[in-house]
Structure formats: C-alpha cells, structure tokens
C-alpha cells in the first residue's frame, strides 16, 4: 500500500514555456500533498504544502505565482512550473499524506525538469 | 521552524565494517525521524524510522537511536555492503504537521569493497 505515481520522470522545456508535474496517491486518498525540490547533490527542500480543496501554503522564498499548485481531488495534486528558465532546472519530488497523517512520507518517483 | 544537522557529508568504508550518521534537530516538538536511501536519479527510499516514545529501534543490520533531551539521532549500519553506497538523509517532522518532512543535507556513503 501507499504508493505515490508522479508524471512525467523527465521534461525537457524551452525557456518560457511552463511544465506541468502530476503526482497522484494510488491506493490511499492523499489529505495532504508536499512539494520538494532538489537540486544537484544537495537536499531536499519543501516548496509547498497542499491539503485537498484549499489553497497551497508555500514556504519562505517560494514564488507561488511561478510555482502553482493545484490539489482538486483527494488523489491528484499538480505543480506548474509557468515560465521556465535555466535556473528551474531541477529534480521535483512530491510526497503524500493520508488522514491523520497515515501513509505519510511516501513520495513520488520524481520529475527530472530540464529547461533549456 | 525546524533545522536539522547532518554530519558526515561524506563519509567512507571498507566492506564489513559499521557506518553511522548523526543529525541534531532544534525543535523539542518534532517526534517522528525517518531516515532515507537515496540513489542517484531515484526516489528517497524509507529504511528506518522512529518515533519520540522510543529510544532505539533495528531492522536487521540497520538500526536507529534517538536521544530526546540532546535532540540528536543516529543510523547505524552494520556489515556494510556495495549496495549500501548511496545518499542518506534523516528527517524531522511533528505531530501538528503530518507529513512535511524537514530533511539534513545528506551523507554521500560509500562502501569499497
């Protein structure tokens, strides 16, 4: 049990252009979505957190306008990267969290975002 | 907010031998620490994890403590193997949070045969 899919593993994009990144609970309803980012042997950051139906909460230095994330069902949260550049290139991850925190900690199989 | 501490960041062994990291966390209110496995391109992998109301805790050669008044936690791998090489993170989260996982900044482990 508690298996989280992400989509797509990699994206190539032109500078500008903006990338959508899915991540879906399979087997369990995800209460609550968080958003990582990680970049070349470092760590992994939270960029947001997303509870099913409200409005994401981001973390400091996050742009939300640049980094929009959607979380309309129980079983799908979606980050879009608007306006990619080089700089976004990255490794985003996303982890999902059950009621009352069950199933928590399971992530996603990542996304590999190149812009180019 | 929660700062974790990781040491070593890197960190080398000859096959058979015991490898241990230890992360300090600031917050007296986090009470879950996972630890991660992490290949290169992969997902972080869950190896081992403790809550707050234990002390220690093993999974075959892998094995976890945790010191609540010095706020420090600890990965002991024992019989070291190749496929032990990776990167491995600790983790703190609280209660009030359920999920968002304040991570340390890794240790690259690496196992020579």
């Known amino acids: 049990g508690a298996v989280v899919s992400q989509h797509p593993s990699r994206v190539i994009c032109k500078s500008g252009t903006s990338v959508k990144i899915e991540c879906r609970s399979l087997?369990?309803?995800?209460?609550?979505m968080f958003w990582y980012r990680q970049f070349p042997k470092q760590s992994l950051m939270l960029m947001a957190t997303?509870?099913?139906?409200?409005?994401?909460?981001?973390e400091q230095g996050v742009e939300k306008d640049k980094f929009l994330i959607n979380h309309a069902s129980l079983t799908l949260s979606t980050l879009t990267v608007t306006s990619a550049h080089p700089e976004d290139s990255s490794f985003y991850i996303c982890?999902?969290?059950?009621?009352?925190?069950?199933?928590?900690?399971?992530f996603g199989s990542g996304t590999r975002l190149t812009v180019v | 907010g929660e700062n974790v501490e990781q040491h070593p960041s890197t960190l080398s062994v000859q096959e058979g031998d015991s490898a241990v990291i230890k992360c300090t966390y600031s917050?007296?209110?986090?009470?879950?620490f996972p630890w991660y496995k992490q290949e290169l391109g992969k997902r972080p992998q869950l190896i081992i994890d403790i809550r707050s109301n234990v002390g220690e805790k093993k999974d075959q050669r892998i094995a976890v403590t945790l010191n609540k008044t010095a706020k420090h936690f600890s990965l002991h791998i024992t019989e070291t193997q190749p496929e032990d090489s990776a990167v491995y993170f600790c983790a703190a989260s609280r209660t009030d949070s359920w999920g968002k996982l304040q991570f340390g900044a890794g240790t690259q482990v690496v196992v020579t045969p």
């Open positions: 997303s509870n099913e139906g409200s409005k994401a909460t981001y």
């Open positions: 087997d369990f309803q995800a209460t609550t």
């Open positions: 982890s999902a969290s059950g009621p009352h925190g069950n199933y928590g900690y399971t």
């Open positions: 917050d007296s209110a986090s009470n879950y």
